[in-house]
């Protein structure tokens, strides 16, 4: 017996995509914030004399903090809706930008990252969660809005950097407190809409929750491998955020704001990568994505750090596309795995990416110090290899067992 459910009213899905919009743009600016810190980081080693591992180490104070209040975040919002959260997140990261403008030597700036970090947590496990609600049942396009949102901001990081900050001064991030305070009203707007979501869903009937058929040794099989793959994935991709510009001055004398455009163009095609990612998940399998998206990007990083400037910038844009289009589509099958419990999986998603992507950013500047940072590219570009082993991960079929019988 097929069951045929009636399509949403075209003012409910403007008014849901709205919302999308809206968190997606919050994400925009978010993350923009979050990226000041980065893209200060040649002003910041040149004015304090920092190391490459005291420029990883401000990546893991900043991404550690995420990592770890994420889920117990997303956990929190899991057993009581938190609707002003979200809003709570901008005005956290407003401090942490106002730190990062006064702060005037390695420990101020740490203490800046921190707090910095502590918005993002908050944040993303309630903005994923808000767009997963007004979804509209096409999961995939809506984490691919969301995430694209975040991407284009820390895109606009390395032009901010090359046309604001290198040129002015730490100072010039004060400006950025504007940039907060629209995020702020944004958010706020969002909080009513969950207010009012929330109060429509409690004069619904309670719809029980199916669970996957897979025992407990196979979902925990299946958390190992998405967090392998996870690692590498944002160990490459947070190295290329902190180091990129690094090693396109070591390697090809460029200036600093000449090396913040490159980072851009790569940054940019992240972006473009995320969106493509969700859309062709909810249409193809979101394995399917996965599988192209780890390993696809394996020639590219290999290729990398042999080339000359413009092949190199060739290889950084496709290394963009393909690595990012999977994280969508990762988000969406991690919270199949453990239906109900979407903010707290949300939160461990993006909790141990940032997380291990921070302690990778850390070793990596730690090996540069040693060995110099073209070598330290050449070794990470093994890291897509481990994207072989999607092969462990549950089939689709296996998440949803009601559908075969259908």
Same mark, same amino acid.
């Given at each position: 017996?097929?069951?045929i459910?009636?399509a949403p009213?075209?003012? %409910?899905?403007?008014?849901a995509?709205s ?8 994400h925009f600016?978010?993350? +923009? ?5 980065p893209a200060?980081y040649p ?7 920092l190391s490459?591992?005291?420029?990883g ?7 550690i903090?995420?990592?770890l209040l994420?889920p ?5 919002g899991?057993?009581k809706p938190?609707?002003?959260w979200? !809003? ?7 401090a942490?930008?106002a730190?990062l403008?006064?702060?005037s030597?390695f420990w101020l700036?740490?203490?800046?990252a921190?707090?910095l970090?502590?918005?993002?947590a908050l944040?993303?496990?309630?903005a ?7 979804s509209g049942g096409?999961?995939?396009?809506a984490?691919?809005l969301f ?9 606009l990081?390395p032009? %901010?950097?090359?046309l604001?900050?290198l ?6 991030v004060?400006?950025?407190l504007?940039?907060?305070?629209l995020?702020l ?8 809409w969950?207010v009012d979501h929330?109060?429509?869903?409690a004069l ?17 099989v299946a958390?190992?491998v998405?967090g392998?793959l996870?690692?590498s994935?944002?160990?490459y ?7 990129? !510009?690094f090693?396109l001055?070591?390697?090809f ?7 913040q455009?490159f980072?851009f163009a790569?940054?940019g095609?992240?972006?473009a990568?995320t969106?493509?990612?969700g859309?062709?998940g909810?249409r193809?399998g ?5 599988w192209?998206?780890?390993l ?5 990083? +290999?290729?990398l750090?042999?080339?000359d400037l413009?092949?190199t910038?060739?290889m950084?844009?496709m290394?963009?596309? #393909? ?6 589509a ?9 239906p109900g419990?979407?903010?707290m999986?949300?939160?461990?998603v993006?909790?141990f990416?940032?997380?291990?992507g %921070?302690?990778?950013a850390?070793v990596?500047?730690?090996?540069a ?9 050449q070794?990470?570009?093994f890291?897509p290899?481990?994207? #072989? ?8 079929a296996?998440l ?7």
């Amino acid at each position: 017996m097929t069951t045929i459910t009636a399509a949403p009213a075209p003012n %409910a899905q403007r008014a849901a995509l709205s919302i999308i919009l809206a968190v997606s743009g919050a994400h925009f600016l978010n993350d +923009l914030l979050q990226f000041l810190l980065p893209a200060l980081y040649p002003l910041l080693k040149e004015n304090y004399g920092l190391s490459y591992l005291q420029i990883g180490l401000l990546t893991l104070g900043q991404q550690i903090t995420a990592c770890l209040l994420q889920p117990a975040f997303g956990l929190s919002g899991d057993l009581k809706p938190k609707p002003y959260w979200l !809003a709570l997140s901008m005005v956290i990261v407003a401090a942490g930008v106002a730190m990062l403008a006064a702060a005037s030597g390695f420990w101020l700036l740490f203490f800046a990252a921190v707090v910095l970090g502590t918005g993002s947590a908050l944040f993303h496990p309630e903005a994923s969660r808000v767009a997963r609600m007004a979804s509209g049942g096409r999961l995939g396009f809506a984490q691919s809005l969301f995430q694209v949102g975040g991407n284009a901001g820390t895109a606009l990081g390395p032009l %901010a950097a090359a046309l604001i900050l290198l040129p002015i001064g730490q100072s010039s991030v004060f400006w950025f407190l504007i940039v907060a305070a629209l995020g702020l009203l944004l958010m706020t707007h969002v909080g009513r809409w969950f207010v009012d979501h929330q109060r429509q869903l409690a004069l619904r009937p309670t719809i029980p929750v199916s669970k996957p058929a897979l025992s407990r040794q196979r979902l925990t099989v299946a958390f190992v491998v998405i967090g392998a793959l996870l690692l590498s994935k944002f160990i490459y991709i947070e190295g290329l955020k902190s180091y990129y !510009a690094f090693f396109l001055i070591e390697k090809f004398a460029l200036s600093a704001q000449e090396a913040q455009i490159f980072l851009f163009a790569f940054l940019g095609s992240v972006a473009a990568g995320t969106f493509i990612g969700g859309p062709v998940g909810d249409r193809y399998g979101r394995l399917t994505v996965i599988w192209v998206s780890i390993l696809g990007a394996l020639p590219f990083t +290999l290729a990398l750090p042999y080339l000359d400037l413009f092949w190199t910038c060739a290889m950084s844009i496709m290394v963009g596309l #393909i690595l990012s289009s999977a994280f969508s589509a990762m988000v969406v099958y991690a919270q199949e795995l453990v239906p109900g419990k979407v903010g707290m999986v949300a939160g461990f998603v993006f909790g141990f990416a940032f997380g291990i992507g %921070a302690l990778g950013a850390a070793v990596m500047g730690a090996l540069a110090d040693w060995i110099g940072m073209i070598a330290v590219f050449q070794i990470c570009a093994f890291l897509p290899a481990l994207g #072989i082993l999607t092969v462990l991960l549950p089939k689709t079929a296996e998440l949803h067992p009601e559908r075969k019988q259908a």
